[in-house]
Each structure stands twice: as C-alpha cells, then as structure tokens.
C-alpha cells in the first residue's frame, strides 16, 4: 500500500513532537484501484444503504479481485444490506443486520440515512464509531459511499478515529497504513464519482489537522506545558512560512495582558501569546480566531475537587482547534486576512497564584473583580480579543474555548455552543457545522439583561456569576464581548466547545472543519467552498444601539 506514494505529502507535523505517539499514517487517495494491496489487507465499506445501493461491482472490480472477493457474495450482500424497495427499508433486520463480512477481509456497513434538523446529514459520529470498531489489519483501506458534500465530515470522522498520543507501553510501534477514499453517489452517472486532487488536498490536510488538534488536547500537561505547546505553533508556522509573534511572562505584565499574566504567573513555564498572521494585500475583510489554551486547570485557589480536576488537560482545546484549523486553512490557499491568537497559560496553584478579590486590569482597559480563579477563560481571551481588535483590527473576531461546563447542560456532548452578536452568522454558523459535522447551537445574545450578573462595587465587573442559573454559558461569553468594547461595529461569535472538545477520554479535534467551513468562502479549495456560506455575510453586527 504503501506505492501510492501518498505518505510522503502528509508532512510530519503530526508526528514531531512525540516519540511515542502511535504509528498510524493515514492517507486519503482519488480511487480505491491506485491501492497497492496484499492478500492480507482488508478493506471497509461505510455508506447509508441509499448510498451503497448504488455502488456496483464494477466500481470496485480491481479492488474486489486484489481481495478475492467473489462477485456474487459482494451483489448479494450490497441486496441484503440496501433493498432496493422502499418497504423493505423498514423491515428490522437481525442482530449485526446493519454489517456483512467476507473474511474480515471486506467489511460492509450500512449507517443509517435517518437524520433530525439539528444533526448532520454526513451522520459522522456513526462513521468514527465504524471505524474505531473494524480497521485492525497492518494495510487496511476505508472507501465511503455518500454525497459528495458529506466527505469533509466523513475524512474528519475517519480522521478522529485514529489518535496519535498514546503512552501504552505495548502500543504497537510498528507503523500501520490507512488509506481511505470516496465514491460519490450524486456524480455516479456523470463520471466524476471520485474526489478531484483539490478535494484529496483538503481530506488530507483536515485529517492531519484533525489528529494535530487532539494529540495537543489528549498530552498530559507535563509534555504539553506553555513551552511544548509554543513549539507546536513553531512547527505548523515552518511548515506554512510563517513566523510566530510571542509575547511572554513578565513582558505581558509590561504591556497590559493582565489577564493573560495573572492567570499563568503562578505556573512554571509562563504564559504566552502568539500569535500566526497569514496576510493578503487583497483581503477582503480580516478576520482573527483566538483560542483558549489553558494548558492545565487546577482551578488555581478555587481548586477543583479531585473528580472534577481530571481531565483538565483538555482545557486548552479551543487554542489547539484554532492552530489545527490555521493550518488546514492557510494550506490549502485563504484569499482574505487570517490570525490565529493563541492565549496560553496553566492556572496552577503557587505562592504567586492570582488570588479571589484580587483587581486585574486587562488589556482592553476594563478592571476586573477576581470572585472565582476557576473563571480564568473568560480572563485570558479577554485580553486576546481586545488584542484582535485593537492591534490586529479584525472585522470579525471568533474565539473558541472549552469555556463552561454549563456549555453541556445547555447543548450538551454534540453541539457547541455559539454566542454571536450577528443573527446572519448564527445562522451561518448552525448551517456550516450540519455540513461539517462539528455541530453548534445558538445562545440567548441580551448583554443588557444579563451583563448585570458581573455587577462589582470596586472594579469594572467581577469574573464570575451572582447567579449560575442565569444562562450562565452566555453570560461567560459575554464577560469575554465586554472586553472587546462597546464601540466594535464588527463581527464576534464565541464557541464554547467545553463537551464536544472530547469524547469520553480522547479528544475529538472539534473545531478544525467548524472554523474552515464557516469561512469556506475564503477558502481557494473547492471542498471548503463548497461548504461555506452561500450569501455573502455582513461585516457589521445588526445590533442597535442608541448612543446614550
Ligand atoms: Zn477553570
């Protein structure tokens, strides 16, 4: 398999930092048939039976005879799999009904069509569980049937499937080959049933981006501090040209970052921020991602309980998804200004910790109360978007953060929250993740009615509640809008990822399509472009305010 000459793209940014992470290479190929396979290699199928039904053997004739598959079991399994008559669709199948196996050398699996308003049609949460349950062979191959709109969230499904930390002693070092591809139903009859070398581009690149993402997330803090992360940023800005902007520990406390500052001083490795600008002299707008990259949450002296502190590691998910989705995006070619802003820090425990009733001032000028050390995103990225707006001048600013646990009992382990001050991109945010996959859903954007709950008598705002049952998901965003300021006429939508993040104890890369999609329309890859928005989308908020 390993003739497809495809592994040699897939940069080694993946694989830099960690001796020993686990040694599977994936890669995505125009056609099953380029496939160099061996008798012992085997192959899975995943489509909706609508789908598979109309992939026939003769799509698949080389791959089939390579395996040894005989043409009869393959037709018969496909008719028992995906009857062709709508009725028979609703007829329950046995135990396993939903999977046939040559062998274990061919695997077929059906996933079901059916899908509500608020999930995605692409139904990728299924295909990672596939996956993760049938490719264990040295060589396999995973071919998916579906729309051709649908393979962005089917490679990332695929992608999150294989993770790459791993500290398992007796993980296998031996490295192992997963190459997968498309075929796409609605271009059967037109002959272009197999991704373009554009769409091949972006699958390769979203995955790797993906398994970057959530090898940061799932790296214990002791191989993941500020420093470690910062040369993650390094390496992704070699590999794009680029060169990080840092500013670090004492120097953030010298030009204003006190939120940055306080939270990470008490850490050893100090805090950062950096940042990556992809500029274009032809940009349309400018748009910045700044992410929550707590590297490790004890909560500081308002320390989580035992329970509660496990894993914290995972609290620096929005940066890692805002460096995955960086990378993904100025790869594959992004026509309009793009930064990325990484706020790093560990919010530990120490003679120097930041303290409650303590009075920071952040770089948007504002002062803030100190009533909860455990409230230190909101801290951080007010400094980072202040920092988008004024010295980046960006129209549109979104920040992505494992922010609040209330984001579950809001959207729960699926949906992201999003927090936006636009209702046209709230909508186009909804839109993009059903494409992509990485789900979001709206929260309540009343500032007047719920900013009130900050309320302090010796600073700015205090940084944390006077009452959690009051949509405390929106007010934490709202906290971090406040230190953009009220005169900023742009764009801001907050993610708060704090569940979708991870999915049980791994980390899913959540972020990296969300981000790539909303902005497809940036995008120069016709896989992007043809996820992002339809209309072109406002550079202004529709807020009205009076000035009083
Ligand atoms: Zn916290």
Redo the contacts with the bound molecule.
Sequence with gaps: MSETGLETQVSDLTFASKAGALNVNISFVKDVSEIQLAKNDSMLMIGKSKDLKLVQHSHLSSVLTKLQIPANWYNESINYLCPQKKTDEDTPKPANGNTVSWLNKLVINTISGKFSRNNTPSRAHLISKIVKSNCFSENQVILIACERRNAVASACAVARSFPLYTSKTNDSKKQRNVAVSFLFTDNLTSGSINPTDDEVKCFNAVAESVRLTAKIVDTPCAEMTTNNFLDEIKRVAKDLGLEPMVIEGEELNNRGFGGLYNVGKAALHPPKLVVLSNLKPQAKRTIAWVGKG?VY?T??LCI?SRAGMCG?KQ?CGGAAGVLGAFYTAVKLGFEDNLHAVFCLAE?AVGPNAYRPDDIIKLYSGKTVEITN?????RVVLGDGVAYARKDLKADIIVDMATLTGAQGAATGKYHAAVLTNSEKWESACVDASKLCADLCYPLVFSPELHFSEFNSEVADMKNSVSNPSNAASACAGLFIHSHIGPKYDGIWIHLDIASPVSDGDRATGFGVALLNSLFGDSSLNSAFKLLGPTTTLPLKNEETESDD
């Design positions: 707590i949450d909560g500081g989580k914290m609290d919010n050390t455990d409230a230190e995103g």
